[in-house]
C-alpha cells in the first residue's frame, strides 16, 4: 500500500510531538505509528488523508521548532492502527532536549482541585526537566532519573491514555509515586510539617534554605537578610540574583514588552533588569539592574504561594566551584552557609545553572546559556565530513561538538581554573561525545599553553588519535559571528582578556580571520594585578602621554592598596619594563576609566568596574560632554581618550557624563576602524562580538553609524557574544579550515 515516510527534524522530542501526531492520525483516520529515532521523529502514515496530515504535522505544537520536514513514499503492507512505537536509536544522530518550565496548565493542576493539587514536580508533556535528568538519549524515563520512580496506576493511565495531556509524558509522577521533598536542618533531622510551608516561614524569618532545584542548589534568602549572605558566600560585591513573581517583579524593575516575554518564556532565564530606581536594594545589586527570574517549577510556584515578597536565588557554590548537585555536597560544602536544606530525592543527572539574558538595546543577548537554552543544536552552514570537538574559553567555559552540519553546545560550565569545573567540563565532553557518538578526528581548543584545556586537548588528542586545532581567542569569537548568516563579515571582538601570540588582545577589529586594527597596546604594569586594581591600568594607559610627574599627580588621587609605596613600585615597574604586559583589551579601557572616576578601585568579580561604570554612563547626558577618538593607522587612541575624561573630571564635569562620553569615544573610534575595514574589503557585513558587545551602549552606537553607512549590523544570536560561545566559534574556525 502506498505509505508516506515523514521524517522530522528540529525540536521534536520532549515538547509534546509525538502525542501531537496520534491524535492528528487519529482525528484524521490515519493508520501507521510515529516513532523516536534520536534527532529525528519518523511517522509513517497510511490512509485518506495523508496530504491534510502532512500539513497539520508540518504546523507543530507550542514547543517543538520544525526545521527539516521531509516526506516520502513506499510501498507498504497495510496497517490496522495507529501507534506510538517504541523509541529507536538512530546511530548517526543524537540530541538532547533543554529543560521546560512548569506550563500554565500545571500550574493550575497544583493550585487547583486536581489529583496534583500541592504536588511540586508536577509537570506534562510540555513542561518539566529534561536535560538535566537525562541518563542517554532518545529521551524515555527508563533512560532519565525518573526511572527511580514507578508509576502509580492513576499515573500509568493518564500516561497512556492519548486524550490526556500526560499521554507519554516521561516525568509524569504524583504525590503517591513521584519524587519527595523533605525540609533539614544543618543536622540533617527532618523538620515536621509541611516542608513548603514550613520553608516560607523559616525564610521570612530571615533564615538560609538550600534548595534542590532542577539543575543544582540554590540558596534562598529574603532581601533584607543580603548583606549577611554576602559576608557568608565570600561575594563583597557580586549581583544577586531575585526570583519573583511577575506583579512583585513589576513592583521594582522597569520591564519592556520584550522582556516580559522573555521573562514569561519557557526558557525561564534571569533577565537584567533596569531598576525602577537606580540606587534600590543595593545589598542585592550595586549596580542600576537586577537579574530576575520568574518561577519555573511546581516547587517555586507553591513556595510564592506562601510568601508576599521576592527572594534572592542564587546558585549554590563556594567561590569558583560549580554548583552544587547533590544532598551530601550540599550538607557538607553549604554548612556554613544555609540553615535549613529543602531536598528532593531525584537525581540531577546534569547540572545546569540558571539562563542569563540581557536585551541591549539591539537584540537579546546570552550572557549565560545554561538551564532551557542549552545543550543546543545549532544547524550550521557548513557542512564537511569531520568530527570535532572544542573546549571553550577559560572563562564562561561550555563545550561543543560538530558533526555533519550540525553544533551541539553544551551548558555553561563556570571557570575553568581549577580541578573541580576542569572535571566538570571533562565530564560534560564525555556526555556530549556519548550522546552525538562521535569519535573526534579534531580537537579544536584555545592557544594559551597554560589552560586546563589545553592539557585535556592533548590527552583527547592522544586518545583518539585527533588532530589538534588551536584556535585564537577572537578568532574564535568571530568565528561564532560567522555563523549568523554570513560568508565574510568585518568583526569587532570586544572584551576583556584574550591570549595572542604578541600580547593579550581584546579591542580587535578583524577583516574575516585576519587582525585589521584595534585599541592601542597599553601598559599593565603586574599583569594580573591590572585587572584586580583598576587604579594600575590609569598608570598603564596614561605612561605614553604624561610625564612622570604628571602621572604621579594623577594616581595620588587614585586607590592602591600599598598607598604610596606602590605607586612608586609600579612607576619603576613600567621604567623598567618588568611585568608589564602589553594589551589592547576594551575591558580594561572601561575599568581604567573607572577607577580614574572613582567609581569602582578593586575587582571582586569578573568585569565588575566595566559593568560599574556602564551603570554611570547610562545616566549621562549625552549633550553634555563629547571625547574624541583619534584613530591613526589603525589603532583607536585610548589614552587620548582617558586623559580628556581626566580633564573633564578636573573641571568638574558630572560623573555620568564623563562615563557615557568614555563609551561614545570608544563606540566612535570602533565604528571608524569597521567602516574602515569595510570600505578597504568590500564586505559591507559589520559584526560585533565579545564579551563588550552585552553592553548596553557601545553596540547600540556602533549600530547606528554602521547602518546610517547602508551597511548590515550583526550581533551573536545563537550563541552567547561573550566567552561562552568560544566553543562554538572554535568549533566553526575548525570546520572552516578542514579540508575533506
Ligand atoms: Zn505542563
Ligand atoms: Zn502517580
Ligand atoms: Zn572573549
Keep these: ?41 519518523r511517522i509513517v502514515a497510511q490512509g485518506e488523508r495523508v496530504e491534510e496530515f502532512i500539513k497539520e504535522i508540518a504546523r507543530g505544537t507550542p514547543l517543538s521548532k520544525i526545521n527539516d520536514l521531509r516526506v516520502s513514499f513506499e510501498e507498504m503492507e497495510e496497517f490496522d492502527d495507529f501507534e506510538i512505537k517504541k523509541s529507536e536509536f538512530d546511530v548517526s544522530d543524537g540530541f538532547i532536549p533543554a529543560d521546560v518550565a512548569i506550563c500554565d496548565e500545571c500550574i493550575k493542576d497544583i493550585l487547583g482541585n486536581t489529583r496534583f493539587h500541592g504536588y511540586w514536580a508536577t509537570s506534562c508533556v510540555n513542561c518539566g526537566p529534561r536535560f538535566t535528568i537525562i541518563e542517554s538519549i532518545p529521551y524515555d524515563r527508563e533512560r532519565t532519573s525518573m526511572r527511580d520512580f514507578p508509576m502509580c496506576e492513576e499515573c500509568r493511565r493518564d500516561y497512556e491514555n492519548p486524550a490526556n495531556r500526560r499521554f507519554h509524558a516521561q516525568t509524569i509522577a504524583c504525590e503517591k509515586c513521584g519524587p519527595k521533598l523533605k525540609l533539614f536542618d544543618a543536622e540533617k533531622r527532618e523538620i515536621e510539617g509541611d516542608p513548603i510551608k514550613r520553608t516560607a516561614e523559616l525564610l521570612k524569618d530571615g533564615y538560609f534554605v538550600a534548595i534542590k532545584g532542577i539543575g543544582g542548589f540554590h540558596i534562598a534568602s529574603v532581601l533584607d537578610r543580603a548583606e549577611e549572605l554576602r559576608r557568608r558566600l565570600r561575594r563583597p560585591r557580586q549581583p544577586f ?66 510568601l508576599d515578597e521576592p527572594l534572592i536565588m542564587t546558585s549554590a557554590n563556594e567561590p569558583g566551584e560549580p554548583m552544587v548537585k547533590s544532598e551530601e555536597e550540599a550538607f557538607e560544602k553549604l554548612k556554613h552557609i544555609c540553615h535549613f536544606y529543602l531536598i528532593h530525592n531525584r ?151 584574550g591570549y595572542a601570540p604578541d600580547g593579550i588582545w581584546g579591542g580587535e577589529v578583524f577583516v574575516n580571520f585576519n587582525r585589521y586594527g584595534g585599541l592601542r597596546k597599553v601598559r599593565m604594569p603586574g599583569g594580573d594585578l591590572a585587572t584586580r586594581y583598576p587604579s594600575r591600568m590609569v598608570a598603564g594607559i596614561l605612561y605614553d602621554v604624561l610625564d612622570e610627574d604628571e602621572l604621579r599627580g594623577i594616581l595620588r588621587n587614585l586607590y592602591f592598596p600599598g598607598g604610596e609605596r606602590e605607586i612608586e613600585v609600579v612607576l619603576r ?37 566595566a559593568m560599574s561604570l556602564e551603570a554611570y554612563a547610562l545616566y549621562g547626558d549625552p549633550d553634555a560632554l563629547r571625547i574624541t577618538a583619534e584613530v591613526r593607522n589603525g589603532t583607536v587612541d585610548t589614552a587620548g581618550i582617558l586623559l580628556e575624561a581626566y580633564e573633564a573630571m578636573r573641571e568638574g564635569a558630572r560623573k555620568e557624563d564623563i562615563a557615557l562620553a568614555v563609551h561614545r569615544a570608544l563606540a566612535d573610534g570602533f565604528s571608524e576602524l569597521l567602516l574602515e575595514a569595510s570600505e578597504k574589503s568590500g564586505i559591507e557585513n559589520i559584526g560585533m562580538t565579545g564579551g563588550v558587545a552585552a553592553n548596553s551602549i557601545i553596540p547600540k552606537l556602533i549600530k547606528e553609524r554602521v547602518e546610517k553607512e547602508g551597511k548590515r549590523f550583526i550581533l551573536n544570536r545563537l550563541v552567547p557574544p561573550g566567552d561562552g560561545g568560544i566553543s562554538f566559534g572554535q568549533c566553526i574556525y575548525a570546520v572552516i579550515q578542514h579540508e575533506d
Design 347 to 497: 537525581r540531577i543527572v546534569n547540572r545546569c545553572d540558571d539562563s542569563v539574558v540581557k536585551l541591549n538595546g539591539v537584540s537579546p543577548v546570552y550572557v549565560r546559556m545554561s538551564r532551557g537554552l542549552a545543550p543546543a543544536k545549532i544547524e550550521v552552514k557548513w557542512k564537511k565530513d569531520v568530527e570535532i570537538i572544542a573546549l571553550g574559553a577559560e572563562l564562561n567555559g561550555s563545550v561543543c561538538i560538530y558533526k555533519k552540519g550540525s553544533c551541539y553546545i553544551s551548558q555553561y560550565l563556570g571557570h575553568v581554573r581549577n580541578y573541580d569545573v576542569m572535571k566538570y567540563l571533562e565530564e560534560t565532553a564525555e556526555f556530549m561525545m556519548r550522546v552525538t557518538q562521535i569519535n573526534p578526528d579534531v580537537i579544536a581548543h584555545d592557544m594559551h599553553p597554560a589552560f586546563l584545556t589545553t592539557r585535556f586537548a592533548k590527552e583527547l588528542a592522544e586518545k583518539f588519535q585527533a588532530r589538534r586545532i588551536e584556535v585564537q581567542h577572537h578568532v574564535a569569537h568571530v568565528a561564532s559571528l560567522l555563523a549568523e548568516g554570513c560568508d565574510e563579515i568585518v568583526a569587532l571582538a570586544s572584551d576583556g582578556v
Design 241 to 306: 540574583a531575585i526570583m519573583a513573581t511577575l506583579e512583585m517583579a513589576e513592583r521594582i524593575a522597569e520591564i519592556s514588552e520584550e522582556e516580559r516575554k522573555w521573562l514569561l518564556s519557557p526558557v525561564r532565564p534571569i533577565v537584567i533588569l533596569r531598576k525602577k530606581n537606580r540606587f534600590d536594594f543595593p545589598e542585592v545589586s550595586h549596580l542600576h539592574t537586577l537579574g530576575i527570574m520568574l518561577p519555573y517549577t511546581g516547587l517555586h510556584y507553591l513556595l510564592f504561594q506562601n
Design 1 to 41: 500500500m502506498r505509505t508516506a515516510v515523514i521524517e522530522v527534524s528540529g525540536i521534536v522530542q520532549g515538547v509534546g510531538f509525538r502525542p501531537f501526531v496520534y491524535n492528528k492520525a487519529k482525528e484524521l483516520g490515519i493508520r501507521g505509528y510515529v516513532q523516536n529515532r534520536g534527532t529525528k521523529v
Design 573 to 609: 615597574q613600567m621604567e623598567r619594563d618588568v611585568n608589564v604586559p602589553r594589551t589592547s583589551s576594551t575591558g580594561r579601557v572601561l575599568d581604567a576609566a573607572s577607577a580614574l572616576l572613582g567609581i569602582c578601585h578593586e575587582r571582586t568579580y569578573e568585569g565588575e568596574p
